[in-house]
């Protein structure tokens, strides 16, 4: 492990029974004394509804709207959110496989938001992307070892020992067999095949890796594998890791920061540590509040999950102001007219919101609350059982109006896995830009991004 990610017994790995154990990494010291790899500010991404016969604009998806962050060398940036937030569409932007609408992209101090496919070229070996869908990004048509020998063969790259020989080892390190060069996509699993997208990826040893869902194709044993093997290469050779995931349990192992998405924007953005241990923004914490404790030792124990009422808004129109606000137990007249802007709160911490968790408000003076936000959640509440084997009593309650500014006591389970609402739905509509659906718009890009 690189001296960034060095073991801590203080946190899980969430990779339950995992044939290998992975080991926790610790943050790093001083992570802002790194050099800023890549810089985001004000980034947009628009998808354009036409409608006639002239195809005019009617609408637009807006699954980016105004994000920032910046990466640093040899960190590891987690991205969680609900499915539909725009995190694969940030990913793919950020990588230059979709053309951003507005913003600025910086990567090593070059601003690359306007370079075209020429221009990219030569920064394709230092940026790579691990795809979620293992079955769209891999050309049918191709063997394996034609698919992760591309990169070389694009970039007029020779390596030692030759391409067949680095492919060989290459597969060897993901866990496959250096037999399966000659063998087609189809004769291999999802999870074979998104291991053949990571060897892929890391072929020509890039700098920055944006890595989507890069573990939910794998059953649990070989999780921990992938995720340890992706620790050590990030140590072997200096890897800078954006990593998009709905677990955030491998989000809280793998991860040195951790940005929370909500509809096309950043609500929160904190160390790993901090977050997980006082979620600020009141979406994080209905987050970490989402997850059973898988620990027998633990299973008398009282806790209390936060149930979102309501869909997610649609992002061709959605609600002014705070975005969260419909489903916000917190909110207010003025989350309603005016969106906060991300704010330092505390030390490395970022929030956007007028009523922040453990932490001072933002809005002391507006404490009426909205009609929706008196009915915005559910709490559950999970109570032991007498007897240690019994199944434990599942009672709901409907959260009562809360007092003027003040918060229904709710969550405080600092591990969470981020829930899986009512989002994918909108992978099946005839608008597919968003987040997951994204897959069907960079399908042909994936086969060429290696080196093209």
């Known amino acids: 492990m690189s001296e960034t990610k060095k073991a801590s017994a203080g946190d899980t790995a969430g990779t339950g029974a995992a044939t290998e154990t992975a080991t926790v990494p610790a943050q790093a010291a001083s992570p802002e004394d790194r050099e800023v790899l890549l810089k985001v500010e004000g980034l947009v991404k628009h998808f354009p509804i036409k409608k006639g016969i002239l195809q005019r604009q009617v609408a637009a998806v807006k699954a980016v709207d105004g994000i920032g962050f910046e990466v640093r060398k040899g960190e590891t940036l987690g991205v969680v959110g609900e499915s539909g937030c725009g995190k694969s569409t940030m990913g793919r932007v950020i990588t230059k496989l979709i053309e951003p609408t507005g913003g600025r992209i910086e990567f090593e101090g070059q601003d690359i938001t306007r370079l075209g496919t020429r221009g990219m070229r030569p920064l394709r070996r230092d940026i790579q992307m691990i795809f979620q869908d293992p079955y769209g990004s891999l050309n049918p048509r191709h063997t394996i070892g034609s698919i992760v020998s591309a990169p070389f063969r694009l970039q007029g790259v020779e390596p030692e020992g030759g391409v067949k020989k680095e492919v060989q080892r290459l597969l060897e390190l993901v866990g496959l067999s250096p037999e399966h060069f000659n ?195 559910e709490v559950v509440t999970l109570a032991p059982t007498e007897a240690d084997d019994a199944p434990q009593e599942l009672t709901k309650e409907l959260t009562k109006e809360p007092a003027e500014g003040s918060v229904t006591e709710a969550a405080d389970a600092p591990e969470a896995v981020a829930p899986e609402a009512a989002a994918d739905a909108g992978e099946d509509s005839d608008v597919q830009p968003v987040d997951d659906a994204g897959d069907a718009d960079g399908a042909d890009e994936a086969q060429g991004s290696s080196g093209s």
């Open 183 to 377: 063998r087609y996509p189809h004769e291999f699993s999802g999870g074979q095949r998104q291991r053949i997208g990571i060897a892929r990826a890391l072929a020509l040893k890039p700098k920055l890796v944006v890595a989507d869902e890069p573990v939910s194709a794998l059953d649990v044993s070989i999780q921990a594998q992938v995720v340890n093997l992706m620790d050590d290469l990030q140590s072997e050779l200096g890897l800078t890791y954006v990593i998009i995931a709905h677990d955030l349990s491998v989000v809280r192992h793998v991860s040195d920061r951790i940005a929370v998405m909500y509809l096309g924007k950043i609500v929160e953005l904190a160390d790993r540590t901090s977050l997980y241990e006082a979620p600020m923004h009141p979406y994080t914490k209905a987050l970490m509040s989402a997850v059973p404790v898988p620990d027998p030792k633990r299973r008398g124990a009282k806790s209390e999950r936060i149930l979102l009422k309501g869909d997610v808004p649609s992002p061709i129109s959605p609600p002014s102001g705070c975005r969260f606000h419909t489903r916000c137990w917190k909110a207010t007249e003025i989350c309603k007219t005016s969106e906060p802007p991300l704010l330092q709160l505390a030390p490395g911490r970022q929030v956007a919101c007028h009523h922040p968790e453990n932490a001072e408000d933002q809005a002391p003076g507006d404490t009426k609350l909205l009609a929706v936000a008196k009915e915005a959640i």
